[in-house]
């Protein structure tokens, strides 16, 4: 099991670009979720989807979209990225809702620099 | 809403006891937990309190207080390798997502 992976890694856009960031897992977990960390901000969600074909907003979705047309993936798109969007992105998943969604499983990031 | 505090650093040595504390406040509760992250990793999972009173896992130990909307993580025989950031979260309103505090880092030396 891979279980959570992100692509990419890293990656530097310019003001303006656009982008997809890809989350999949391996576990059929029903939840997952973007996260953006910042440093002394810790993890601020900005989107998440409770099943395939299900999105919903988190504490900071503006300026970002999301898809879920596969149970295993979880698409994140910045459609026009500015520098405030230089982050590390985080995606992860979970079994269900209610208290099994307390454990969450991470994937590694993506390091997101725009210029 | 939901808001979480905790301290945003706490210093120890090697052997030691570290207590680090989580005050909530959430409309919807279901437990608290805890994760952990390690300097340019991902945060894993450590503990989650649904009841009231002490986990035990090990060298780690985590308290919830339901009534207090206060929780701590304790750490004993502190090693090298604890040191990381230490985040606690608690669910959305409707227990579909964590709301994550802004974490803490612990900083462990010889």
């Known amino acids: 099991n891979a279980g959570v992976t992100q692509t990419p890694k890293f990656r530097v856009l310019k003001t303006g670009q656009s982008m997809t960031l890809l989350c999949a897992q391996d576990?059929?977990?029903?939840?997952m979720y973007w996260y953006r960390q910042d440093p002394g901000m810790g993890l601020r969600l900005i989107h998440y989807s409770v099943g395939e074909g299900t999105t919903a907003k988190g504490e900071v979705p503006d300026g970002y979209n999301v898809s879920r047309l596969k149970k295993q993936n979880f698409l994140l798109g910045l459609e026009s990225a500015a520098p405030s969007q230089t982050s590390v992105y985080f995606c992860a998943s979970s079994p269900g809702g209610g208290a099994a969604q307390e454990t969450q499983y991470f994937g590694p990031g993506t390091r997101l620099l725009v210029l | 809403g939901q808001s979480l505090e905790q301290p945003s650093e706490v210093t120890a040595v090697e052997g030691a006891i570290v207590q680090i504390n989580c005050t909530y406040q959430?409309?919807?509760?279901?437990?608290l937990s805890w994760y952990q992250q390690h300097d340019g990793g991902a945060p894993t999972f450590l503990s989650y309190?649904?009841?009231?009173g002490l986990e035990e896992t090990g060298r780690f130990s985590s308290f919830l207080s339901r009534s207090d909307s206060y929780g701590y993580l304790l750490l004993q025989e502190l090693q090298m390798k604890d040191s990381a950031s230490y985040f606690c979260a608690v669910s959305n309103q409707a227990g579909t997502a964590l709301i994550f505090g802004k974490g803490t880092t612990l900083s462990v030396s010889s």
């Open positions: 309190n649904a009841l009231d």
């Open positions: 576990m059929n977990h029903e939840y």
């Open positions: 959430t409309s919807g509760f279901y437990g």
